[in-house]
């Protein structure tokens, strides 16, 4: 038990902590030096071998566009279907995890040592715990993953047609049919049960071909759950509880296990800012060698393809927002350049530092958050959305053991194509949100930490789908209006803004607000890539973090240039999610083990 001094910008314990006693040295494998006027200082092998594994990414998709994409689609459509059930699970025991250190006395360790303080004010802090970790994902699902909820739900359950025989050319009309409309109309039906669909089959297929027809296996709607059938109220409340299930306590526990981890081990524990540091409980002095390099390595992958995503995401709702304002085109090129252009902007955020370029930049992002936030509630139905508000928490509550159930589930579309999507990419980011949220938590008690990281940005977070969802919603059942439900997702937000007084300078916010967004997440990204391939410093040349920066914007640009767009961005996140979740499981029970010893300090 006693200090250690500060070594590359890691400040030592304040007061008593359980140091860890280990002859590694933060940087000791790096290679360090200059290419003319531009120092170096990286970590041998973590930054080679991410790299160059990254180079040899982009230039493996350019070259092969087509095969690429059909890789990525096989890759998506493998993990959420094989895995979907281990996904749920790894979440529901983070919420558990969580909640637990909350009751426990192990909620009294401070972060930094017993007598640390902490760096940043609450505004400060919530505005860089938002900025960083979810800014661009609510302006892009803030209308559309409401009111997709509640259109599916409303819509009810159905089960479609499987055909066995061979699917004839396009106009021909195949054998033992009348005419091809016929054929295609049976193909296509549907119903609310696998009965009604044989009913259907039995009446519209010719005696011989009947055989080649049979109802699906399981459901073909993307409703949650058991769906509510033509009963608006019952959908709503359906829907809101599904988003707020992808937007609450599961997302924020994840976050939190992660940066927990990175804030324990490096201010408590004086060891390297870096993954690895939360497993020596676990792996010892092996950490510092080939098990480490690894899970360092993967966390730059992860970090790296979940920002990218989120990026390509942002570009989208960008571009559908200027051209529904100035009637700029929409397409690939459009969102390059707004990925290029954004990608500069991030530089010199990185060149004026934490600081003096995210903190400032998060701060101005959250103040126009919550004008737009306060604008849309109070030109919107506003007693609605306050009682929505409180309604839709009930109903989370009271859906949240049925939706975070990870097996036996018929609703496999939601459960594998929206949840188990969602929380490969909310671990995808960890990484990335934890190492920042880490970085700017120093002085809090782990009670502390955990209620303002996990329970107030889920507070936050319903408030915000309950506005913006909300409202959109009801210009479909009140008003009649459908611009927003039947829009693309990226601009959906936009045509709900369209209903609004002063749309033209609420939109402009918007696409401003994702922009900004979109610069404090790509240099958020880069600061943490930076440190993990530096060995854990902390101060590493700034040349690096411009590489990083740059390679962001390049791998978010290649995927949306694959032949599979956005879904080549969701089945890299897939990917390097399903290895790391695997990861925070073992962040657990590593944070336990060094949290007790703190207390027993």
Known sequence: MTDKPDDQGIP?????????????????????????PFGFDIHNPVFLISGLAVVAFVFY???????????FSWLFSSVTKGFDWFFLGAANIFVLFCLFLIVTPLGNVRLGGKEATPDYGYVGWFAMLFAAGMG?????????????????????????VTYAGDTPAEGDTPEGWADRESFDAATGLSGATPADVQAQIDAAVPEGQKGLFAPTTGRTDWAPLGAAAGDDEAAIRLGMAATIFHWGLHPWAIYAVVALALALFSYNKGLPLTIRSAFYPILGDRVWGWWGHAIDTLAVFATLFGLATSLGFGATQANAGLNELFGIPVGPTTEVILISVITAIALVSVLRGLDGGVKILSEINMGLAFLLLLFVLIVGP????????ADYLVAYVSYLPQLSNPVGREDVNFSQGWTSFYWAWWISWSPFVGMFIARVSRGRSVREFIICVLLIPSLVCVLW???????????VV???????????????????????????????IGIILVIVFFVTSSDSGSLVIDT??????VDAPVPQRVFWCVFEGAVAIVLLLSAGGLASLQSMVISTGLPFTIV???????????LVAERNA
């Open 478 to 508: 009140q008003d009649g209006f459908t611009g927003a439900q039947d829009a693309a997702l990226p601009i959906q937000l936009f045509k709900m803004l369209g209903e609004l007084p002063l749309a033209s300078i609420t939109s402009f």
């Open 61 to 71: 998709t350019l070259a092969l566009p087509e095969q690429s994409g059909a890789a």
């Open 12 to 36: 030592a314990p304040e007061g008593v902590s359980e140091v860890i006693e280990t002859d590694y040295e933060i940087g000791q494998n790096n290679i360090d030096g200059s290419v003319g």
């Open 584 to 594: 925070l499981l073992l962040m657990c029970w590593a944070i336990y083990k060094g």
């Open 136 to 160: 661009i994902g609510l302006m892009f699902y803030g209308v559309s993953e409401p009111m997709s909820h509640y259109s599916t739900s409303k819509g009810g359950v159905s089960y479609g």
């Open 382 to 389: 506003t007693v609605a959305i306050l009682t929505g508000f």
């Open 532 to 537: 993990i391939t530096a060995g854990g410093k």
């Open 465 to 475: 789908m309950s506005v913006f969802g909300g409202v959109a919603i009801q210009q």
